[in-house]
C-alpha cells in the first residue's frame, strides 16, 4: 500500500534508516583518508585523486545499473547483496598490499555504495506517492548523519598514525551488516513495470525538452564535479598550504557538509516563499565567488571560516537542479533521474584527479580556485535555462500526475 501525506511512514522504508548513515560515511572515505594514504604509499596528489576517480567511476556503474537489478532482482535482494558487497570490498580494500589493489576494491565499494545511496530512494519514489518528498527528506536526514560523523570518525581512527587509515575502512565495513538487519525482515512491496534506461527512453526526454534535459545535465555535472574536488583536498590544503593540524582540518571538512546539510533547510524554507530559480542563481554565483577567492587571501583563518560558507552556498544546488527533473513526463522521469545522478557521479569522478595534477604541478592555490572554474559553469547553465524553469512551468512539474501530458511508451 503506497503511503499518502497524512500517513505515518512505511515500516518497509524504515528498514533503510539506520543503514543509509554507513554510505554517508563512505561518501567522504576517500577525502578522509587520503591525506594520510598518500603518507603510506609516499606518493602525492596526481596519484591520490585516483582514489575518488575509482570510488565515482564504481558508482556511475552502479547507479546506472538500478533500473536492471530492479527488474530481476528483489527489493529485499537488492539492497542485502550491496550492503555485503560494501562491507566486503571495504574490508578488502583495507587488507591491500599495493595501491593499485586498493583502487580496484574501492571500485567495487563505490558501485554498492552508489546503489545504496540511491536506491531507497528510488523506493520511496515509486511506493510513497504524495508523501514522496517528506519520506526522502527523512532518508537523507540519516544519511547526512554519515556523511558529517565520517571525517570525526577516520580523524579519532586514524590519529598520527597514517596507517590506520586500514582501521578508517574497516569500521564503516564493519558496522553495516548489524544497521542492515532490519533489511531482513522488511515486508518491501514489490516494483513491477521497470523500464530499464535505453534509446528509446532516452529519445522520449530529448523530444519532450532537448534543451531542459542537456543543460541540467551539465549543470549537474559540474556542481557534483565542484563539490567531489572541494570535499577531496580541502584536508591536504588546509595541513599542507595552511600548516593546520590534521583533526582541525577534519573539523573544517565536517563543518563544510553542515554547511551543506543546515543550508538544505533554509532553501527548503526560502523556496516555499520566493522564486528557487533565483535562489539558485544567488547560491551558485555566491558559492563561485568564494571558491575563487578564498584560496587566494592565504589566510588560515580565512580558510577555516569560508569553506563552511561553501557548504551553505552548495547546499541548494544539487536540490534545485535534480527537483527540475520532475518537469519531465513521469514516463521518462524516473529514467532521467538515474541518468542526471550518474552524470554528476561522472563529474565527481573526474574533476578531483585533474585538481590533484593542479595541486602537484602548479600550486595548492591554483588547484582550489581552479574549482569555482565548473561552479561559474553552473551558471552558464543556468542563462539557459531560465526559461524553461519559470514558475509556471515547476507549477506544472509538481502538479498531480493524471493532470500532467504523458508520452506512450
Not at 108 to 131: D, H, K, M, Q, W
Amino acid at each position: 500500500m503506497t503511503a499518502t501525506g497524512g500517513e505515518k511512514t512505511p515500516g518497509p522504508i524504515k528498514a533503510f534508516y539506520p543503514m543509509m548513515i554507513v554510505p554517508g560515511i563512505v561518501l567522504l572515505l576517500a577525502p578522509a583518508t587520503v591525506e594520510n594514504i598518500m603518507r603510506y604509499f609516499g606518493f602525492r596528489e596526481s596519484m591520490g585523486g585516483l582514489l575518488q576517480v575509482a570510488y565515482f567511476a564504481g558508482g556511475v556503474i552502479g547507479i546506472l545499473a538500478i533500473t536492471r537489478l530492479m527488474q530481476r532482482m528483489s527489493v529485499r535482494s537488492i539492497a542485502v547483496s550491496q550492503v555485503l558487497l560494501l562491507s566486503v570490498s571495504l574490508l578488502a580494500a583495507s587488507f591491500s598490499p599495493v595501491y593499485p589493489m586498493l583502487l580496484v576494491f574501492f571500485m567495487a565499494a563505490g558501485f554498492a555504495n552508489g546503489i545504496l545511496i540511491a536506491f531507497p530512494g528510488v523506493y520511496i519514489t515509486r511506493t510513497c506517492g504524495e508523501s514522496s518528498p517528506r519520506q526522502q527528506n527523512i532518508l537523507y536526514a540519516f544519511f547526512s548523519l554519515g556523511v558529517l560523523a565520517g571525517p570525526l570518525l577516520a580523524s579519532w581512527i586514524i590519529g598520527s598514525h597514517s596507517a590506520m587509515w586500514r582501521w578508517a575502512f574497516r569500521v564503516p565495513a564493519i558496522m553495516i551488516l548489524p544497521l542492515s538487519i532490519p533489511l531482513l525482515f522488511a515486508a518491501f512491496e514489490p516494483l513491477t513495470g521497470v523500464k530499464p534506461i535505453s534509446r528509446t527512453t532516452l529519445r522520449q526526454a530529448l523530444d519532450y525538452n532537448k534543451s531542459l534535459f542537456t543543460w541540467l545535465l551539465l549543470a549537474l555535472m559540474f556542481y557534483i564535479a565542484a563539490e567531489s574536488a572541494v570535499s577531496m583536498w580541502l584536508i591536504t590544503f588546509l595541513h599542507r598550504q595552511d600548516s593546520v593540524g590534521l583533526t582541525p582540518a577534519h573539523l573544517v571538512l565536517t563543518g563544510l557538509w553542515a554547511g551543506i546539510t543546515v543550508g538544505r533547510l533554509v532553501c527548503g524554507y526560502l523556496a516555499e516563499r520566493m522564486d528557487p530559480f533565483r535562489i539558485l542563481v544567488f547560491i551558485s554565483g555566491g558559492a563561485a565567488v568564494t571558491l575563487l577567492i578564498t584560496p587566494l587571501l592565504g589566510s588560515k583563518v580565512a580558510a577555516i571560516a569560508l569553506y563552511p560558507l561553501v557548504g551553505l552556498l552548495y547546499s541548494g544546488i544539487y536540490p534545485f537542479l535534480i527537483g527540475y527533473a520532475a518537469l519531465f513526463p513521469p514516463a521518462v522521469s524516473s529514467m532521467v533521474f538515474t541518468l542526471y545522478v550518474a552524470a554528476g557521479a561522472a563529474g565527481g569522478a573526474v574533476l578531483p584527479y585533474f585538481v590533484g595534477l593542479v595541486n602537484q604541478f602548479g600550486g595548492r592555490v591554483l588547484g582550489m580556485s581552479s574549482i569555482a572554474l565548473p561552479v561559474f559553469g553552473v551558471l552558464v547553465c543556468l542563462y539557459w535555462l531560465r526559461s524553461q524553469v519559470s514558475e509556471t512551468s515547476l507549477t506544472r512539474a509538481v502538479a498531480p500526475a493524471a493532470a500532467r501530458p504523458d508520452i506512450e511508451v
